[in-house]
Protein backbone atom coordinates (compact mmCIF):
# COMPACT_ATOMS: atom_id res chain seq x y z
CA UNK A 1 0.00 0.00 0.00
CA UNK A 2 1.04 3.52 -0.51
CA UNK A 3 0.39 5.98 1.88
CA UNK A 4 0.29 9.79 1.78
CA UNK A 5 -1.40 12.62 3.46
CA UNK A 6 -4.55 12.42 0.90
CA UNK A 7 -5.73 8.97 -0.40
CA UNK A 8 -3.97 5.62 -0.29
CA UNK A 9 -3.28 3.44 -3.07
CA UNK A 10 -3.70 -0.30 -2.17
CA UNK A 11 -2.54 -3.48 -3.93
CA UNK A 12 -5.33 -6.11 -4.98
CA UNK A 13 -3.95 -9.43 -5.56
CA UNK A 14 -6.63 -10.90 -8.33
CA UNK A 15 -5.27 -14.13 -10.25
CA UNK A 16 -3.02 -16.45 -9.20
CA UNK A 17 -2.26 -19.33 -11.93
CA UNK A 18 1.15 -20.77 -14.15
CA UNK A 19 -0.53 -18.84 -17.15
CA UNK A 20 -1.93 -15.25 -17.08
CA UNK A 21 -3.63 -13.64 -20.22
CA UNK A 22 -5.13 -10.22 -20.23
CA UNK A 23 -6.33 -7.36 -22.70
CA UNK A 24 -5.18 -4.16 -22.27
CA UNK A 25 -7.62 -1.67 -23.11
CA UNK A 26 -5.47 1.68 -24.24
CA UNK A 27 -2.38 1.99 -24.12
CA UNK A 28 -0.05 0.83 -21.30
CA UNK A 29 3.35 2.05 -20.50
CA UNK A 30 5.33 -0.72 -18.82
CA UNK A 31 8.55 -1.12 -16.59
CA UNK A 32 10.73 -2.39 -19.18
CA UNK A 33 10.18 0.90 -21.24
CA UNK A 34 7.96 -0.19 -23.75
CA UNK A 35 4.24 0.68 -24.56
CA UNK A 36 1.73 -1.65 -25.26
CA UNK A 37 -1.98 -2.63 -26.11
CA UNK A 38 -4.12 -4.97 -27.14
CA UNK A 39 -3.71 -8.89 -25.58
CA UNK A 40 -1.38 -10.29 -24.19
CA UNK A 41 0.23 -13.61 -22.67
CA UNK A 42 2.92 -14.21 -19.52
CA UNK A 43 4.02 -16.71 -17.88
CA UNK A 44 5.87 -18.03 -15.24
CA UNK A 45 9.55 -19.87 -16.05
CA UNK A 46 12.54 -20.91 -14.30
CA UNK A 47 10.84 -18.62 -11.53
CA UNK A 48 10.75 -15.52 -13.24
CA UNK A 49 7.82 -13.72 -15.37
CA UNK A 50 8.51 -14.57 -19.03
CA UNK A 51 7.22 -11.54 -20.80
CA UNK A 52 7.17 -10.36 -24.52
CA UNK A 53 10.34 -12.40 -24.40
CA UNK A 54 11.77 -11.32 -21.97
CA UNK A 55 12.66 -12.58 -18.28
CA UNK A 56 12.13 -10.26 -15.42
CA UNK A 57 11.03 -10.75 -11.58
CA UNK A 58 8.45 -8.33 -11.92
CA UNK A 59 6.46 -6.06 -14.77
CA UNK A 60 4.22 -3.06 -13.87
CA UNK A 61 1.97 -1.69 -16.56
CA UNK A 62 0.54 1.93 -16.20
CA UNK A 63 -1.97 3.28 -17.50
CA UNK A 64 -1.37 6.80 -19.93
CA UNK A 65 -4.84 7.76 -19.93
CA UNK A 66 -8.07 8.15 -17.27
CA UNK A 67 -10.05 5.93 -19.34
CA UNK A 68 -7.55 2.97 -20.15
CA UNK A 69 -8.47 -0.61 -18.36
CA UNK A 70 -7.05 -4.10 -18.33
CA UNK A 71 -9.29 -7.09 -18.79
CA UNK A 72 -7.45 -10.57 -16.65
CA UNK A 73 -9.24 -13.53 -18.49
CA UNK A 74 -10.45 -16.14 -16.20
CA UNK A 75 -10.37 -14.94 -12.89
CA UNK A 76 -11.64 -17.71 -10.12
CA UNK A 77 -14.83 -16.28 -8.11
CA UNK A 78 -16.45 -17.57 -5.07
CA UNK A 79 -13.13 -20.01 -4.20
CA UNK A 80 -14.24 -23.09 -2.03
CA UNK A 81 -17.94 -21.92 -2.19
CA UNK A 82 -20.91 -23.55 -4.34
CA UNK A 83 -21.10 -21.17 -6.76
CA UNK A 84 -17.21 -21.18 -7.66
CA UNK A 85 -16.89 -20.26 -11.32
CA UNK A 86 -14.36 -18.12 -13.97
CA UNK A 87 -15.03 -14.99 -15.11
CA UNK A 88 -13.21 -12.31 -17.65
CA UNK A 89 -13.24 -8.99 -15.10
CA UNK A 90 -12.32 -5.76 -16.38
CA UNK A 91 -9.97 -3.10 -13.68
CA UNK A 92 -8.96 0.61 -13.49
CA UNK A 93 -5.39 1.69 -12.29
CA UNK A 94 -2.22 -0.66 -12.83
CA UNK A 95 -1.33 -3.99 -13.12
CA UNK A 96 1.57 -5.75 -12.21
CA UNK A 97 2.34 -9.50 -12.24
CA UNK A 98 5.08 -11.01 -9.86
CA UNK A 99 6.28 -14.79 -8.73
CA UNK A 100 5.47 -16.80 -6.41
CA UNK A 101 6.04 -19.95 -5.71
CA UNK A 102 6.26 -20.69 -9.22
CA UNK A 103 3.33 -18.97 -10.22
CA UNK A 104 2.36 -15.71 -11.69
CA UNK A 105 0.19 -13.35 -9.37
CA UNK A 106 -1.49 -10.18 -11.45
CA UNK A 107 -1.89 -7.41 -8.95
CA UNK A 108 -4.05 -4.62 -9.17
CA UNK A 109 -2.61 -0.96 -8.12
CA UNK A 110 -5.88 0.77 -7.39
CA UNK A 111 -6.57 4.15 -5.33
CA UNK A 112 -9.02 3.40 -2.05
CA UNK A 113 -12.04 5.06 -3.25
CA UNK A 114 -11.88 3.50 -6.74
CA UNK A 115 -11.21 0.43 -5.18
CA UNK A 116 -14.68 1.02 -2.85
CA UNK A 117 -16.64 1.79 -5.95
CA UNK A 118 -16.22 -1.76 -7.29
CA UNK A 119 -16.19 -3.44 -3.90
CA UNK A 120 -19.83 -1.85 -2.92
CA UNK A 121 -20.96 -2.65 -6.47
CA UNK A 122 -19.38 -6.53 -6.26
CA UNK A 123 -20.44 -7.01 -2.52
CA UNK A 124 -24.12 -5.84 -3.64
CA UNK A 125 -26.45 -4.75 -6.06
CA UNK A 126 -25.45 -0.95 -7.36
CA UNK A 127 -29.06 -0.32 -7.42
CA UNK A 128 -28.90 -0.65 -3.43
CA UNK A 129 -30.52 2.41 -1.77
CA UNK A 130 -28.59 5.63 -0.71
CA UNK A 131 -28.25 5.39 3.19
CA UNK A 132 -27.24 0.90 2.56
CA UNK A 133 -24.30 2.35 0.10
CA UNK A 134 -23.43 4.84 2.15
CA UNK A 135 -22.60 2.42 5.48
CA UNK A 136 -21.05 -0.33 3.13
CA UNK A 137 -18.79 2.52 1.92
CA UNK A 138 -17.70 3.16 5.63
CA UNK A 139 -17.13 -0.35 6.97
CA UNK A 140 -15.89 -1.33 3.70
CA UNK A 141 -13.29 1.26 4.32
CA UNK A 142 -12.91 0.81 7.70
CA UNK A 143 -12.22 -3.10 7.67
CA UNK A 144 -9.15 -2.03 4.79
CA UNK A 145 -7.44 0.47 6.50
CA UNK A 146 -7.93 -1.05 10.21
CA UNK A 147 -4.79 -3.63 9.78
CA UNK A 148 -2.64 -1.52 7.52
CA UNK A 149 -2.49 1.31 10.60
CA UNK A 150 -2.90 -1.42 13.22
CA UNK A 151 0.92 -3.21 11.94
CA UNK A 152 2.55 0.29 11.02
CA UNK A 153 1.22 2.10 14.18
CA UNK A 154 4.29 1.98 15.97
CA UNK A 155 6.36 3.60 13.50
CA UNK A 156 7.26 7.26 14.46
CA UNK A 157 5.01 8.84 12.24
CA UNK A 158 1.40 7.02 11.64
CA UNK A 159 1.21 6.46 7.62
CA UNK A 160 -2.38 8.29 8.31
CA UNK A 161 -2.53 11.42 10.64
CA UNK A 162 -5.86 10.50 12.76
CA UNK A 163 -5.37 12.44 15.64
CA UNK A 164 -3.21 10.50 17.89
CA UNK A 165 -0.52 8.21 19.00
CA UNK A 166 0.92 5.68 17.46
CA UNK A 167 -1.01 1.89 18.21
CA UNK A 168 0.46 -0.09 20.51
CA UNK A 169 0.89 -3.69 18.86
CA UNK A 170 1.23 -5.64 21.58
CA UNK A 171 -2.00 -6.52 22.08
CA UNK A 172 -3.52 -6.99 18.68
CA UNK A 173 -3.39 -10.86 19.66
CA UNK A 174 -2.64 -12.46 16.07
CA UNK A 175 -4.66 -10.18 14.07
CA UNK A 176 -2.59 -9.55 10.54
CA UNK A 177 0.06 -12.15 11.14
CA UNK A 178 -1.36 -15.35 10.10
CA UNK A 179 -4.06 -17.16 7.68
CA UNK A 180 -5.29 -19.80 10.75
CA UNK A 181 -4.21 -20.43 14.15
CA UNK A 182 -5.22 -23.87 14.93
CA UNK A 183 -4.81 -26.11 17.89
CA UNK A 184 -4.94 -29.61 18.38
CA UNK A 185 -5.82 -30.99 21.91
CA UNK A 186 -6.57 -34.53 23.15
CA UNK A 187 -10.14 -35.13 20.96
CA UNK A 188 -10.43 -31.34 19.90
CA UNK A 189 -9.53 -29.10 17.34
CA UNK A 190 -9.82 -25.30 17.81
CA UNK A 191 -9.24 -23.31 14.72
CA UNK A 192 -9.85 -20.21 13.47
CA UNK A 193 -8.93 -17.85 10.47
CA UNK A 194 -7.27 -14.49 10.59
CA UNK A 195 -7.16 -11.71 8.62
CA UNK A 196 -4.18 -11.87 6.33
CA UNK A 197 -1.33 -10.30 6.20
CA UNK A 198 -0.88 -10.88 1.98
CA UNK A 199 3.58 -10.15 2.26
CA UNK A 200 2.81 -9.40 -1.66
CA UNK A 201 -0.17 -7.45 -1.45
CA UNK A 202 -2.45 -5.60 0.78
CA UNK A 203 -6.00 -7.47 0.18
CA UNK A 204 -7.25 -10.23 -1.90
CA UNK A 205 -10.25 -10.28 -4.45
CA UNK A 206 -12.22 -12.45 -3.18
CA UNK A 207 -14.47 -13.08 0.15
CA UNK A 208 -11.61 -14.22 2.06
CA UNK A 209 -11.10 -10.16 2.04
CA UNK A 210 -13.88 -8.05 0.60
CA UNK A 211 -15.64 -9.03 -2.58
CA UNK A 212 -13.87 -6.92 -5.55
CA UNK A 213 -14.50 -7.95 -9.75
CA UNK A 214 -13.01 -4.39 -10.59
CA UNK A 215 -15.35 -2.47 -12.91
CA UNK A 216 -17.17 -6.14 -13.90
CA UNK A 217 -19.80 -5.15 -12.25
CA UNK A 218 -21.84 -2.16 -13.03
CA UNK A 219 -21.73 0.59 -11.10
CA UNK A 220 -24.03 3.47 -11.24
CA UNK A 221 -24.07 7.26 -10.24
CA UNK A 222 -25.88 6.50 -6.98
CA UNK A 223 -22.67 4.23 -5.94
CA UNK A 224 -20.62 7.02 -7.08
CA UNK A 225 -22.69 9.60 -5.07
CA UNK A 226 -22.66 7.03 -1.86
CA UNK A 227 -18.83 6.73 -2.44
CA UNK A 228 -17.89 10.82 -2.32
CA UNK A 229 -20.64 11.39 0.05
CA UNK A 230 -18.24 9.51 2.74
CA UNK A 231 -14.99 10.13 1.23
CA UNK A 232 -12.07 8.97 3.63
CA UNK A 233 -14.76 8.85 6.38
CA UNK A 234 -14.57 5.58 8.77
CA UNK A 235 -15.51 4.08 11.95
CA UNK A 236 -13.59 4.44 14.75
CA UNK A 237 -13.23 2.86 18.90
CA UNK A 238 -11.35 4.91 21.19
CA UNK A 239 -8.37 6.39 18.52
CA UNK A 240 -8.65 3.65 16.36
CA UNK A 241 -10.03 2.50 12.83
CA UNK A 242 -12.48 -0.66 13.33
CA UNK A 243 -12.29 -3.99 12.68
CA UNK A 244 -15.73 -3.28 10.66
CA UNK A 245 -17.12 -6.58 9.65
CA UNK A 246 -19.91 -7.93 7.84
CA UNK A 247 -22.02 -10.72 7.32
CA UNK A 248 -25.03 -11.27 4.71
CA UNK A 249 -27.20 -12.64 7.77
CA UNK A 250 -26.98 -12.44 11.33
CA UNK A 251 -30.24 -14.57 11.82
CA UNK A 252 -31.63 -12.40 14.26
CA UNK A 253 -28.47 -11.03 16.25
CA UNK A 254 -25.48 -10.59 15.71
CA UNK A 255 -22.39 -12.34 17.17
CA UNK A 256 -19.28 -11.56 19.28
CA UNK A 257 -15.78 -10.96 17.73
CA UNK A 258 -14.55 -13.71 19.55
CA UNK A 259 -16.56 -16.57 19.12
CA UNK A 260 -15.45 -16.41 16.04
CA UNK A 261 -11.83 -15.57 15.35
CA UNK A 262 -8.83 -14.43 18.52
CA UNK A 263 -9.92 -14.30 21.91
CA UNK A 264 -9.90 -10.62 22.17
CA UNK A 265 -13.20 -8.69 22.95
CA UNK A 266 -13.93 -5.57 20.30
CA UNK A 267 -16.50 -3.77 22.60
CA UNK A 268 -17.97 -2.54 19.36
CA UNK A 269 -18.44 -5.73 17.81
CA UNK A 270 -20.47 -7.44 20.89
CA UNK A 271 -23.86 -8.88 20.27
CA UNK A 272 -27.02 -6.67 19.20
CA UNK A 273 -30.32 -7.78 18.34
CA UNK A 274 -31.40 -7.09 15.33
CA UNK A 275 -34.45 -5.10 16.02
CA UNK A 276 -35.68 -2.10 17.77
CA UNK A 277 -37.34 -4.58 20.63
CA UNK A 278 -36.55 -7.54 21.91
CA UNK A 279 -38.97 -10.32 20.18
CA UNK A 280 -41.26 -11.82 22.89
CA UNK A 281 -41.43 -15.20 24.35
CA UNK A 282 -37.72 -16.01 23.88
CA UNK A 283 -34.84 -16.13 26.37
CA UNK A 284 -31.88 -14.68 25.18
CA UNK A 285 -29.46 -16.59 26.25
CA UNK A 286 -28.11 -18.41 23.52
CA UNK A 287 -25.37 -19.83 24.67
CA UNK A 288 -28.05 -22.13 26.54
CA UNK A 289 -28.52 -25.06 24.17
CA UNK A 290 -32.16 -25.15 25.10
CA UNK A 291 -32.82 -21.45 24.65
CA UNK A 292 -30.91 -21.25 21.34
CA UNK A 293 -33.17 -24.47 19.99
CA UNK A 294 -36.38 -22.66 20.72
CA UNK A 295 -34.85 -19.51 18.84
CA UNK A 296 -33.27 -21.14 15.64
CA UNK A 297 -36.67 -23.67 15.22
CA UNK A 298 -38.76 -20.46 15.00
CA UNK A 299 -38.83 -17.36 13.03
CA UNK A 300 -38.52 -14.51 15.04
CA UNK A 301 -38.79 -10.57 13.87
CA UNK A 302 -36.05 -9.11 12.70
CA UNK A 303 -34.62 -6.62 10.15
CA UNK A 304 -32.86 -9.01 8.34
CA UNK A 305 -36.24 -11.16 8.62
CA UNK A 306 -37.46 -10.72 5.31
CA UNK A 307 -38.47 -12.14 2.37
CA UNK A 308 -39.13 -9.10 -0.21
CA UNK A 309 -37.44 -9.91 -3.17
CA UNK A 310 -36.43 -6.03 -4.07
CA UNK A 311 -34.40 -5.47 -0.69
CA UNK A 312 -32.78 -8.88 -1.15
CA UNK A 313 -32.07 -7.54 -4.44
CA UNK A 314 -30.02 -5.10 -3.25
CA UNK A 315 -27.96 -7.26 -1.00
CA UNK A 316 -27.72 -10.29 -3.73
CA UNK A 317 -25.84 -10.53 -7.11
CA UNK A 318 -27.19 -13.11 -9.10
CA UNK A 319 -25.47 -15.58 -7.97
CA UNK A 320 -26.02 -15.37 -4.31
CA UNK A 321 -29.54 -15.37 -5.31
CA UNK A 322 -28.92 -18.84 -6.11
CA UNK A 323 -29.07 -19.18 -1.42
CA UNK A 324 -33.08 -18.87 -1.16
CA UNK A 325 -33.12 -19.48 2.41
CA UNK A 326 -31.08 -17.88 4.45
CA UNK A 327 -32.84 -16.40 7.39
CA UNK A 328 -34.21 -20.12 8.51
CA UNK A 329 -32.44 -22.77 6.39
CA UNK A 330 -32.80 -26.58 6.71
CA UNK A 331 -30.09 -29.49 5.44
CA UNK A 332 -30.77 -33.04 5.20
CA UNK A 333 -27.65 -35.57 4.84
CA UNK A 334 -27.75 -39.29 4.52
CA UNK A 335 -25.34 -41.27 7.25
CA UNK A 336 -23.28 -42.12 4.06
CA UNK A 337 -22.93 -38.86 2.73
CA UNK A 338 -22.23 -37.31 6.43
CA UNK A 339 -19.85 -39.53 7.19
CA UNK A 340 -17.76 -39.66 3.76
CA UNK A 341 -17.93 -35.62 3.63
CA UNK A 342 -16.37 -35.24 6.98
CA UNK A 343 -14.18 -37.70 6.01
CA UNK A 344 -13.07 -36.22 2.68
CA UNK A 345 -13.16 -32.20 4.71
CA UNK A 346 -11.10 -33.14 7.99
CA UNK A 347 -9.07 -35.92 7.34
CA UNK A 348 -10.34 -37.92 9.89
CA UNK A 349 -11.99 -41.07 9.40
CA UNK A 350 -14.68 -40.85 12.31
CA UNK A 351 -16.57 -43.85 10.76
CA UNK A 352 -20.52 -44.42 11.21
CA UNK A 353 -21.47 -40.43 12.53
CA UNK A 354 -23.23 -41.49 15.95
CA UNK A 355 -24.00 -37.51 17.22
CA UNK A 356 -23.53 -33.96 16.31
CA UNK A 357 -23.48 -32.19 19.81
CA UNK A 358 -23.37 -28.64 20.54
CA UNK A 359 -20.64 -28.22 22.92
CA UNK A 360 -20.42 -24.00 23.59
CA UNK A 361 -22.36 -21.39 21.59
CA UNK A 362 -21.83 -17.97 21.23
CA UNK A 363 -23.75 -15.41 22.11
CA UNK A 364 -25.86 -15.39 18.60
CA UNK A 365 -26.46 -19.05 18.76
CA UNK A 366 -23.84 -20.20 16.75
CA UNK A 367 -22.03 -23.17 17.75
CA UNK A 368 -18.38 -22.17 18.30
CA UNK A 369 -17.37 -25.81 19.02
CA UNK A 370 -18.90 -28.92 17.81
CA UNK A 371 -18.22 -32.52 19.25
CA UNK A 372 -18.57 -35.04 16.77
CA UNK A 373 -18.94 -38.77 18.02
CA UNK A 374 -18.40 -41.13 15.62
CA UNK A 375 -17.92 -45.04 15.78
CA UNK A 376 -14.46 -44.75 15.66
CA UNK A 377 -13.33 -41.32 16.66
CA UNK A 378 -14.61 -38.37 18.52
CA UNK A 379 -13.24 -35.27 18.14
CA UNK A 380 -14.69 -31.64 19.31
CA UNK A 381 -14.10 -28.96 16.32
CA UNK A 382 -14.03 -25.33 16.30
CA UNK A 383 -14.32 -22.11 15.82
CA UNK A 384 -18.05 -21.65 13.64
CA UNK A 385 -16.40 -21.72 10.16
CA UNK A 386 -14.50 -24.90 10.95
CA UNK A 387 -17.50 -26.09 11.76
CA UNK A 388 -19.06 -24.82 8.23
CA UNK A 389 -16.32 -26.29 6.22
CA UNK A 390 -16.58 -29.61 7.77
CA UNK A 391 -20.02 -29.97 7.77
CA UNK A 392 -20.80 -29.19 3.67
CA UNK A 393 -18.71 -29.70 0.75
CA UNK A 394 -18.61 -25.63 0.28
CA UNK A 395 -19.20 -23.99 3.83
CA UNK A 396 -22.55 -24.65 5.69
CA UNK A 397 -25.02 -21.10 5.97
CA UNK A 398 -23.80 -20.75 9.06
CA UNK A 399 -22.90 -22.72 12.84
CA UNK A 400 -26.55 -21.40 14.03
CA UNK A 401 -27.75 -24.54 13.71
CA UNK A 402 -29.88 -27.95 15.91
CA UNK A 403 -30.08 -31.13 14.94
CA UNK A 404 -32.18 -33.66 14.50
CA UNK A 405 -31.24 -37.47 14.01
CA UNK A 406 -33.25 -39.96 12.99
CA UNK A 407 -34.14 -43.64 10.96
CA UNK A 408 -32.08 -44.98 13.90
CA UNK A 409 -30.93 -48.67 13.02
CA UNK A 410 -28.74 -50.52 15.97
CA UNK A 411 -27.91 -47.23 17.82
CA UNK A 412 -26.55 -45.35 14.31
CA UNK A 413 -28.85 -42.55 12.91
CA UNK A 414 -29.26 -43.23 9.26
CA UNK A 415 -30.28 -39.50 8.29
CA UNK A 416 -28.96 -36.14 10.10
CA UNK A 417 -31.18 -32.75 10.08
CA UNK A 418 -29.42 -29.66 10.63
CA UNK A 419 -31.94 -26.44 11.17
CA UNK A 420 -30.38 -23.27 10.91
CA UNK A 421 -30.01 -19.38 11.16
CA UNK A 422 -28.49 -17.01 9.31
CA UNK A 423 -25.91 -17.09 6.56
CA UNK A 424 -22.14 -16.20 7.67
CA UNK A 425 -20.16 -15.67 10.77
CA UNK A 426 -23.18 -12.78 11.99
CA UNK A 427 -20.50 -10.52 13.04
CA UNK A 428 -20.57 -6.22 12.82
CA UNK A 429 -23.05 -5.26 9.99
CA UNK A 430 -25.65 -7.81 8.84
CA UNK A 431 -26.15 -6.62 5.24
CA UNK A 432 -29.76 -7.84 4.61
CA UNK A 433 -30.65 -6.03 8.22
CA UNK A 434 -29.23 -2.97 6.83
CA UNK A 435 -30.88 -2.85 3.60
CA UNK A 436 -33.87 -3.21 5.06
CA UNK A 437 -33.47 -0.29 8.08
CA UNK A 438 -32.35 1.34 4.63
CA UNK A 439 -35.62 0.82 3.30
CA UNK A 440 -37.54 2.02 6.58
CA UNK A 441 -36.01 5.46 6.43
CA UNK A 442 -32.92 5.14 8.56
CA UNK A 443 -30.20 7.49 7.89
CA UNK A 444 -26.40 5.21 7.26
CA UNK A 445 -25.09 6.89 10.64
CA UNK A 446 -28.35 5.55 12.73
CA UNK A 447 -27.56 1.89 10.50
CA UNK A 448 -23.93 1.50 11.15
CA UNK A 449 -24.10 2.55 15.09
CA UNK A 450 -27.17 0.34 15.61
CA UNK A 451 -24.83 -2.92 14.51
CA UNK A 452 -21.21 -1.23 16.14
CA UNK A 453 -22.44 0.03 19.48
CA UNK A 454 -19.90 2.77 21.03
CA UNK A 455 -18.17 3.25 17.57
CA UNK A 456 -18.27 6.74 15.99
CA UNK A 457 -17.83 8.16 12.65
CA UNK A 458 -14.52 10.46 11.57
CA UNK A 459 -13.55 11.14 8.31
CA UNK A 460 -9.39 10.87 8.32
CA UNK A 461 -8.52 12.23 4.88
Known amino acids: MTMNNTEPTIHVGILTSPTISFVLNGSFMASNGKTYTGKHNAKCKKSQVLFDKEFTDEIIFEPQSEDASFDLINVVIGINFHWERKENQRFKGALKLIVDNKQLIAINHISVENYLTSVISSEMSATASDELLKAHAVISRSWLLNPIVKTHGHASQPLIDIGHEPHDTKNDAVGVETHSRASLQENKYIKWYERDAHTRFDVCADDHCQRYQGITRASTTTVEKAIEATRGEVLMYEGQIC ?3 FSKSCGGITEAFENCWAPERHPYLIPVIDNNDAPAGFDLDLTDNLNAEHWIRNSPAAYCNTSDKNILAQVL ?5 ETTDFYRWKIEYSQAE ?53 LSNSHLYSSAFVV ?17 AGWGHGVGLCQIGAAVMGENGFLYDDILLHYFRGAELKRIY
Do not use: C, H
Open 338 to 390: LSEMLFRRSGIDFGQIVDLIPVKRGESGRIIELQIVGTKETIVVGKELEIRKW
Open 243 to 245: DAR
Open 317 to 321: NNYDQ
Open 404 to 420: DASDVVGDIPQRFTLTG
